[in-house]
Antibody
């Protein structure tokens, strides 16, 4: 069965970096684009962008350029979200979701808390 | 960017009620519209894709309709497990924007 398993919660200080992982199983990893979606506390869903798992080419939404980097390791069917120079406003749950037109399977979410 | 606007932002209803949530796009998105359900502390779950196609395993009391700029999600008879927040998302172009959500609460 299709599964996306994300890494665990993170507590970071402002200015630090974090790398969230999303490990896929149950399907051919390179057949589906992987989205990243942010949900700030008590807020709605915000599409951050995606990465083409065939080419490794990322696409970033406005507001997620510069400090946000999507990457992947096809040998372990895993995509990554790295956020650098963390700010308090980066505190959120980050989800990976499979599929460019119909994001059908989602990871369980990773809570990143940025606090001094 | 295409703006997605849901209404209402919240609603109260009773078990057995019929409920309709609307989603309006700022420009035509043809039928490239998905609906998600999210419960507290959980990941969103795909309910309907391409406006009206029911995702596997989703009960038939959920249905979707629309095209162009105006879309609806209908729950024909609310069940206790349906109390959640619902989001629409356009898949016509990038960025893949979401509506702000509609919270369905128990009356």
């Amino acid at each position: 069965q299709v599964q996306l398993v994300q890494s665990g919660s993170e507590l970071k200080k402002p200015g630090a970096s974090v790398k969230v992982s999303c490990k896929a199983s149950g399907y051919t990893f390179t057949s589906y684009t992987m989205n990243w979606v942010r949900q700030a506390p008590g807020q709605g869903l915000e599409w951050m962008g995606w990465i083409n798992t065939n080419t490794g080419n990322p696409t970033y939404a406005q507001g997620f350029t510069g400090r946000f980097v999507f990457s992947l390791d096809t040998s372990v069917s895993t995509t990554y979200l790295q956020i650098s120079s963390l700010k308090a406003e980066d505190t959120a749950v980050y989800y990976c979701a499979r599929g460019s037109t119909v994001p059908d399977f989602w990871g369980q979410g990773t809570l990143v808390t940025v606090s001094s | 960017d295409i703006q997605m606007t849901q209404s209402p932002s919240s609603l109260s209803a009773s078990v057995g009620d019929g409920v309709t949530i609307t989603c309006r796009a700022s420009q035509s998105i043809s039928r490239n519209l998905n609906w998600y359900q999210q419960k507290p502390g959980k990941a969103p779950k795909l309910l309907i894709y391409a406006t009206s196609s029911l995702q596997s395993g989703v009960p038939s009391r959920f249905s979707g309709s629309g095209s162009g700029t105006d879309f609806t999600l209908t729950i024909s008879s609310l069940q206790p497990e349906d109390f959640a927040t619902y989001y629409c998302q356009q898949s016509y172009t990038t960025p893949r924007t979401f509506g702000q959500g509609t919270k369905v609460e128990i009356k």
